[in-house]
């Protein structure tokens, strides 16, 4: 079946796309792979530390994607990992000094730049949500059964 320039199926698509290019863009501007934003963003927004295993499940990254960004970030001395009790093959990811300055810098703007976005849809908030969510959950079980 070959899509219009005028389906709704296209146009959410470039719509998704156009999305991503926002953050692309802005990550770029900031010096940091779209990866690196994201574990940024992660490690801003949760109050307690993540482990990398988290980070993949939660943020649907290929570990290998999350440890490379890891390993740069932790060269820029931007977190630390520390190993979890019992477990040193598991760490936390715990942002340094450095690394809450920056988030200061870049996430945080980030997140209230969001949030200002997403209250200007007032009561579609929810409608939004859950049909985004409904869509994910169909075309998940729609390419399970190709």
């Not at 994607?65 to 931007?78: E, F, G, V």
């Amino acid at each position: 079946m070959k899509q219009t320039e005028n389906d709704p199926l296209s146009e959410f698509n470039q719509i998704y796309k156009q999305m991503n290019e926002i953050y692309h863009i802005y990550a770029k501007e900031h010096g940091v792979s779209d990866t690196e934003l994201w574990l940024l963003y992660s490690l801003c927004a949760k109050d307690s530390a993540y482990t990398q295993r988290e980070i993949c499940s939660v943020w649907h990254y290929p570990p290998q994607t999350i440890h490379s960004a890891l390993k740069k970030l932790q060269k820029n001395k931007l977190i630390e990992l520390i190993p979890v009790p019992d477990n040193n093959k598991n760490k936390r990811i715990i942002l340094t000094k450095n690394g809450k300055s920056i988030t200061k810098k870049i996430i945080l703007p980030l997140i209230t730049a969001e949030q200002n976005a997403f209250r200007r849809l007032n009561e579609e908030q929810d409608r939004l949500l859950s049909l985004t969510k409904e869509y994910v959950d169909s075309l998940r079980k729609e390419i399970k059964e190709i």
